[in-house]
């Protein structure tokens, strides 16, 4: 994604904003024109490169890349707004590894300038269901450092997946692991512990995002209602 690149596609003077979005592309050193995407975060910047990549190969102008992929909204659960109540917004994501939590959550905090404007303190909280034991005990200091851009973490209980539990990890663990580098971390095991700590914590204009490939985004419209 920089001009000193050797790559033959790259994408330039990236600007994100709540709205979305927007690169200048470059193809073998020449400018093929800006791109704007509704879609926030450089991971998926980087997967509208290599579509105009593809595109290209197959002999496609410039300008109707353009036009389609200013349409393209982003897939299912991948930043899915699934609401807009009591003034704070409902973000449902199916990130469940270190990086894409990391990338996940800088977008969320540039889409939370959007969330009541003339609330000063906008925050992010992230709700996360780790995912299988296996993944958490080989990356737990990779999951640990992913949350930055959040303001508050809530973990629950481990996302099986079918896995048996052979290191005896739990989400306590997790919570802890986190709390070595985020000061405003809590643990919440359970579907109703979630909605319970939800509600006592969300202030009008938070963005309050839901990482996991498990089960937990069925806690959604409960917390919602």
Not at 91 to 109: F, M, N, Q, W
Not at 131 to 142: A, G, N, V
Not at 143 to 156: E, K, L, P, Y
Not at 182 to 200: N, R
């Amino acid at each position: 994604l920089r001009l000193e690149s050797e790559a033959d596609y790259i994408a330039s003077d990236i600007c994100e904003t709540a709205q979305g979005t927007t690169a200048e592309i470059w193809e073998r050193g020449q400018r093929l024109g800006e791109l704007h995407l509704a879609i926030l975060g450089r991971h998926n910047l980087s997967n509208a490169l290599a579509a105009i990549a593809a595109a290209r190969q197959l002999g496609i102008g410039s300008a109707a890349i353009a036009a389609a992929l200013v349409t393209f909204a982003g897939a299912k659960r991948r930043f899915d707004h699934r609401g807009f109540h009591n003034n704070v917004l409902f973000i449902d994501d199916y990130a469940h590894h270190p990086s894409e939590i990391t990338v996940t959550l800088a977008a969320a905090r540039v889409k939370s300038t959007e969330v009541l404007p003339e609330v000063s303190q906008r925050r992010v909280v992230a709700v996360f269901k780790p995912p299988r034991y296996s993944r958490i005990t080989t990356l737990l200091q990779e999951f640990s450092r992913a949350f930055g851009d959040a303001d508050q973490v809530i973990v629950t209980d481990i996302y099986s997946a079918g896995e048996t539990n052979t290191s005896g990890i739990t989400g306590e663990d997790i919570t802890s692991a986190i709390g070595e580098y985020h000061t405003q971390v809590s643990y919440a095991g359970t579907l109703s512990d979630v909605k319970s700590k939800l509600a006592l914590v969300l202030q009008p204009g938070d963005l309050v995002i839901f990482l996991t490939a498990g089960n937990l985004n069925q806690v959604i419209p409960a917390v919602m209602a």
